[in-house]
């Protein structure tokens, strides 16, 4: 059946551009669907929770159980729970900031400072020529440099990235300052977390694999090695 040859050289099929080897190389490395959806489903079981109920202690709880519930279907179907011990992470640190606080509107503050640093961190990789989606890239193929081979691949590369800071960006524009006006802004800050979380993330990771169809920047040998290489037996 065609479905064999086309299984066994699959390969250089599907890196024939540079375009094609990104696409393919970040879907394995952000996980797709599912792993976005993990990592922030407990985040909003959280905010919503807190939005609804204005209790801390209750809010923790029912993300903290969301984080755990999906890693106990991960578990269960014994893959990857990646996603969701990062987002569990997550869940842990605002806690920690809320119930040390007494206020809810403090375990905001950690993801608004985590935006603010990745938005930093990024435009310092993109302004040096080493932008950040490069060793997404370079994590799953083995090779964490082997990009920087191909101007081709760097130049692609620099413009997610771009893509990236933007929603990192957006969300300390808007949030920042309603943490800083007076009074309790959890109930500001609730809803705008879950509006520029997930959605701005997907919208941001939608526009790439638009931006990844479009191309078609010939795919240079080094890469392509790169991406073909064999596992090491050493």
């Known amino acids: ?3 064999g040859p086309a299984a066994a050289s699959g390969g250089d099929a599907a890196h024939d551009t540079v375009e094609a080897a990104v696409r393919a190389q970040l879907t394995k490395a952000l996980g797709g669907v599912r792993g976005m959806i993990e990592a922030a489903v407990p985040t909003i079981a959280f905010t919503g929770t807190y939005v609804g109920t204005e209790d801390v202690k209750l809010a923790v709880g029912a993300g903290v159980g969301a984080a755990v519930l999906l890693l106990l279907v991960r578990l269960a179907q014994r ?3 990646q996603f969701v011990l990062n987002s569990l992470v997550g869940i842990a640190i605002a806690a920690f900031f809320a119930l040390r606080s ?3 509107e403090n375990a905001f503050l950690p993801g608004i400072m985590l935006n603010a640093g990745y938005a930093a961190a990024m435009i310092f990789s993109i302004a040096v020529r080493w932008p950040v989606v490069g060793f997404v890239i370079g994590s799953v ?3 964490p440099t082997a990009w920087r081979s191909d101007p081709g691949i760097v130049k ?3 413009r ?3 893509l990236l800071v933007l929603p990192c960006a957006a969300r300390v524009a808007v949030q920042y300052p309603i943490y800083l006006a007076d009074g309790d802004q959890s109930g500001l800050l609730g809803p705008a977390k879950i509006a520029m979380g997930w ?3 997907v919208a941001a990771l939608a526009t790439m694999v638009w931006l990844l169809a479009r191309g078609r920047t010939p795919l240079h040998s080094p890469w392509r090695q790169a991406l073909e290489r064999p596992p090491s037996t050493d």
């Open 156 to 158: 692609l590369c620099s």
């Open 1 to 3: 059946m065609a479905a």
């Open 199 to 201: 959605p701005l993330q």
């Open 79 to 81: 893959s990857s729970p």
């Open 141 to 143: 193929t083995g090779d």
């Open 160 to 162: 997610l990235t771009w």
């Open 102 to 104: 007494g206020k809810a």
